[in-house]
């Protein structure tokens, strides 16, 4: 199922309003972490899957990057990220992930943030994202964690006086739909195990690099005080890999 809630007018307007859509990547708790996975970007080909409003678009170009393409399902998440953009060399493409195709060997740098915990099948992305890729290219991605997905309630247990207790994880191995509330809107997401992620990309072909959980910044340790319970469990699981040279 292709699942394109941004395209809902409430569901947008919430999204809009949120930190990381209002002051972009500063404003993601695991940018801190993710950006430190993209290689050099100078003169390179690079692919945004799930683009949004166009942030690490945007940010490639900045690293001089010499094209960057940015695709998302979304008609409402395309039109932000042209309003926003004013790069020649940024395109970007309304189209689901399951159903875009490029070259072969047509990239040096595929990136995606928060999109592929919404599809079918990474299976399918992976072998995708493998032949879009040059040899030696790099494929570097964050989802929601699967300790975060495991349940269609997304949250915490609770005492009574509504003090967080733990997180609570269950039905860790049962890897299906989950219904849960994002926005206050019924939203799809796809559970998979961790061992699923990595397992999907080395029978693709991918040799992985680097596997990290996200932890808030320090700056943000001290100017948001509550995201110190964000150090309790990982909310987002993020991978580099790269294409084998062969």
Not at 141 to 170: A, C, K, M
């Amino acid at each position: 199922m292709k699942q394109n809630k941004y395209d809902d007018p409430n569901f947008f307007s919430a999204y809009e309003q949120m930190p990381r859509s209002v002051k972009g990547l500063e404003a993601a708790g695991e940018w801190h972490i993710l950006k430190e996975l993209i290689p050099v970007l100078k003169d390179k080909n690079v692919l945004d899957l799930g683009c949004g409003f166009g942030w690490h678009c945007r940010y490639a170009r900045e690293q001089e990057a010499s094209s960057v393409i940015g695709v998302d399902i979304s008609k409402k998440m395309i039109q932000r990220a042209r309003e926003m953009t004013n790069d020649p060399l940024i395109s970007y493409k309304k189209k689901s992930l399951e159903d875009i195709d490029f070259s072969n060997f047509q990239f040096d740098v595929v990136i995606s943030s928060l999109a592929f915990h919404y599809i079918d099948s990474f299976k399918l992305i992976c072998e995708k994202v493998y032949h879009w890729l040059k040899p030696e290219g790099s494929f570097v991605f964050s989802i929601e964690h699967p300790i975060f997905t495991s349940r269609n309630e997304q949250d915490w247990y609770y005492d009574e006086q509504g003090n967080r207790l733990h997180w609570p994880v269950d039905n860790y191995q049962i890897e299906s739909v989950r219904e849960t509330i994002f926005l206050d809107e019924n939203v799809i997401k796809y559970h998979r195990t961790i061992s699923t992620y990595i397992n999907d990309l080395i029978d693709s072909g991918f040799i992985i690099r680097a596997v990290k959980e996200s932890i808030p910044s320090d700056e943000m340790l001290k100017s948001i005080p509550e995201t110190k319970d964000e150090t309790r469990r990982p909310m987002f699981l993020m991978i580099s890999a790269e294409k084998e040279n062969r």
